[in-house]
């Protein structure tokens, strides 16, 4: 890890690792479940997996002592957290991870989510935009194409760099759109400073796009991380939907689902199109295309 110039206060850092201590299932680190009164480990089982007294740990989370690089590393690994919760408990602490790099793993709450909701259009991506999977619902809207772009299933170079023919928006709709990815690619910029190719896709995007580096250069406030869009199928029909960004934070993954008004002519067309889909619950998708 490499100490940065700025960082968030102890406070922060010592609020974070208790909900990551008391959201800790014992039995994965080794411990047994029963006789507990608390969720997750206590601040003695914390101390002693990671090689301190539990004062300490108790100094950590009422922000009275702040954690070294080394410690950081500790309380990490005694907890077995995952790469997203490490990278936030070391930009808490001040710090960086030199190879710290966008999380891709399609954790089981995503996966859950994909599964419990086939008749929700639904995709689900890293901090960077980047397309992880998509379910059934989305597929049949026939909404993603595969241009030959090397970020070609990336949301945000799909919106400034390689707009979608069958895809459409307010102008309203659109700026709010704009807005959310432009604030989502800045914040994981600041989370994982050494993602060489996060850093090549901004400012491969900001050199393409004068909306984007407008944005870059003066952040438009995000109102509701939600817009409206229209997907015309192949049959010429078309389908008016809501799209809402949802954070899983623990993979530090996102989901969009794409819903409609209740009881609209929109959601009559989509019950049609997602009634006749058919294949997997869940798609994961790569950088060339889904499989």
């Known amino acids: 890890m490499t100490r940065q110039g700025f960082g968030a206060t102890r406070q922060e850092f010592g609020a974070a690792l208790r909900r ?45 002592s702040h954690p070294s690089a080394g410690v950081v590393n500790a309380v990490a690994r005694a907890l077995r957290v995952g790469r997203a919760d490490y990278e936030r408990l070391s930009a808490l602490a ?81 700026t709010a759109h704009e807005a959310i990815q432009a604030a989502q690619l800045r914040a994981a910029l600041l989370r994982y400073p050494g993602d060489a190719s996060l850093a090549a896709l901004v400012d491969e995007m900001r050199t393409r796009s004068r909306r984007l580096d407008t944005l870059w250069r003066a952040p438009r406030p995000v109102g509701a991380y939600e817009s409206s869009a229209t997907f015309t199928q192949s049959d010429g029909d078309s389908v008016t939907l809501v799209g809402n960004l949802i954070a899983i934070p623990g993979d530090d993954l996102a989901a969009v689902m794409l819903t409609a008004a209740p009881g609209s ?6 019950a049609e199109v997602v009634g006749a889909a058919d294949g997997p619950a869940v798609v994961r998708v790569g950088q060339t295309g889904p499989g």
């Open 20 to 64: 990551v201590r008391e959201g800790t299932d014992p039995t994965t680190v080794g411990l047994p479940a029963g006789g507990r009164r608390v969720p997750g480990l206590r601040r003695e089982e914390l101390g002693e997996l990671a090689g301190m007294s539990a004062d300490y740990v108790r100094r950590l989370e009422q922000g009275r």
């Open 94 to 174: 001040g710090y960086a991870a030199a190879d710290g790099q966008v999380p891709t793993d399609l954790g089981p709450g995503a996966t859950r989510l994909l599964e419990r909701f086939p008749d929700t259009p639904m995709i689900v991506t890293d901090a960077a935009m980047n397309v992880v999977a998509v379910n059934s619902g989305f597929l049949a809207l026939e909404h993603w194409d595969l241009p030959g772009e090397r970020w070609e299933w990336n949301v945000a170079w799909r919106i400034f760099c390689h707009p979608f023919t069958a895809f459409q928006q307010s102008d309203a709709d659109a």
């Open 265 to 270: 002519r929109d959601a009559t067309r989509l």
